[in-house]
């Protein structure tokens, strides 16, 4: 936006406007992606179909004719107990009076998505929609060494009606991602191709407050949006100050200097969960 950053972010406390609502969306506004201020009032509440509970993980674009959409995960408490995970969308004209659209941009009877991600492609104007996928009901013990949590994508003519494409984009591979490959964050390279970004989770049951599962970021490369190659490594792992139990949920900017900042969910083993910030030196341009 001109002028500075916005950050969309998920909350939860005892001052809710509505007292049904577990979960909501609310903004921040920095001009130097440093140092942020916190805006008043509640950008989007929980409630309607999809979304009867909580809402959390928001992916905000511009839209071509103007102003802004917003893909959230939505969840609604199940009568047998767990919750069931679909993606929702929003509209604005300014960024902070958001809308409600009718309907459920991605969902499943058997699948729960959520985490979304949306980029605009360009080739007559299509969106993909990167999501988590999960199996719904999801039920422990599983059945092997990992459980089918991937990242799948969806394609659409209109940004509202999304179509599942064929296959896995990341799937669940190495013992760093035993529990989930989550919340990816996909972006077009100046140099060509994609890099995605995106969360391995294990189960930490082990961990009295806060998140049960440890979480590491790590990131994959692709030509097309759809074949992904895994980079060696971690990203960034957890285990500082901030994020001594969990880093998840990427996000990426790139800065006036050249340099890229991620955004991230931090918890650390008092269960206080942050956004925390790494920087990088200068890589591939984005656009």
Same mark, same amino acid.
């Given at each position: 936006?001109?002028?500075?950053?916005?950050?969309?972010?998920? $909350? #939860?406390?005892?001052?809710?406007?509505?007292?049904?609502?577990? !979960?909501?969306?609310?903004?921040?506004?920095?001009?130097?992606?440093?140092?942020?201020?916190?805006?008043?009032?509640?950008?989007?509440? =929980? $409630? !309607?179909?999809?979304?009867?509970?909580?809402?959390?993980? /928001?992916?905000?674009?511009?839209?071509?004719?103007?102003?802004?959409?917003?893909?959230?995960?939505?969840?609604?408490?199940?009568?047998?107990?767990?919750?069931?995970?679909?993606?929702?969308?929003?509209?604005?004209?300014?960024?902070?009076?958001?809308?409600?659209? /009718?309907?459920?941009?991605?969902?499943?009877?058997?699948?729960?998505?959520?985490?979304?991600?949306?980029?605009?492609?360009?080739?007559?104007?299509? @969106?993909?929609?990167?999501?988590?996928?999960?199996?719904?009901?999801?039920?422990?013990? @599983?059945?092997?060494?990992?459980?089918?949590?991937?990242?799948?994508?969806?394609?659409?003519?209109? !940004?509202?009606? #999304?179509?599942?494409?064929?296959?896995?984009?990341?799937?669940?591979?190495?013992?760093?991602?035993?529990?989930?490959?989550?919340?990816?964050?996909?972006?077009?390279?100046?140099?060509?191709?994609?890099?995605?970004? @995106?969360?391995?989770?294990?189960?930490?049951?082990?961990?009295?407050?806060?998140?049960?599962?440890? &979480?590491?970021?790590?990131? =994959?490369?692709?030509?097309? &949006?759809?074949?992904?190659?895994?980079?060696?490594?971690?990203?960034?792992?957890?285990?500082?100050?901030?994020?001594?139990?969990?880093?998840?949920?990427?996000?990426?900017?790139?800065?006036?200097?050249?340099?890229?900042?991620?955004? @991230?969910? =931090?918890?650390?083993?008092?269960?206080?969960?942050?956004?925390?910030?790494?920087?990088?030196?200068?890589?591939?341009?984005?656009?």
């Amino acid at each position: 936006m001109d002028g500075g950053y916005r950050m969309y972010y998920h $909350g #939860f406390g005892p001052q809710r406007p509505n007292p049904a609502s577990k !979960g909501y969306i609310l903004s921040a506004f920095s001009a130097d992606a440093g140092q942020w201020e916190k805006e008043q009032g509640v950008r989007l509440d =929980a $409630g !309607g179909e999809g979304a009867a509970h909580y809402i959390w993980s /928001p992916e905000v674009i511009p839209l071509p004719d103007g102003g802004y959409r917003m893909y959230v995960e939505g969840r609604t408490e199940q009568a047998g107990g767990g919750a069931k995970s679909a993606i929702i969308s929003a509209q604005s004209a300014d960024g902070l009076v958001w809308q409600r659209e /009718p309907g459920v941009r991605l969902g499943g009877a058997n699948t729960s998505y959520g985490a979304p991600r949306c980029l605009y492609l360009g080739d007559g104007g299509r @969106y993909r929609l990167y999501a988590s996928a999960s199996p719904h009901p999801d039920i422990e013990p @599983y059945a092997g060494a990992y459980n089918d949590h991937h990242i799948v994508s969806a394609i659409s003519d209109d !940004g509202l009606d #999304f179509e599942l494409e064929p296959g896995i984009r990341i799937a669940q591979e190495s013992a760093l991602e035993s529990f989930s490959v989550y919340a990816p964050e996909v972006l077009r390279l100046g140099t060509g191709g994609y890099r995605m970004y @995106y969360a391995g989770w294990v189960s930490a049951p082990e961990v009295v407050a806060g998140s049960k599962f440890h &979480g590491r970021i790590f990131s =994959a490369i692709s030509d097309d &949006g759809l074949a992904w190659t895994k980079d060696p490594g971690i990203c960034l792992d957890n285990g500082g100050r901030w994020d001594a139990a969990k880093a998840s949920e990427p996000c990426i900017i790139d800065l006036a200097d050249g340099r890229f900042r991620l955004f @991230y969910e =931090a918890c650390d083993y008092q269960g206080r969960w942050r956004i925390a910030s790494a920087t990088s030196g200068r890589a591939e341009s984005t656009q």
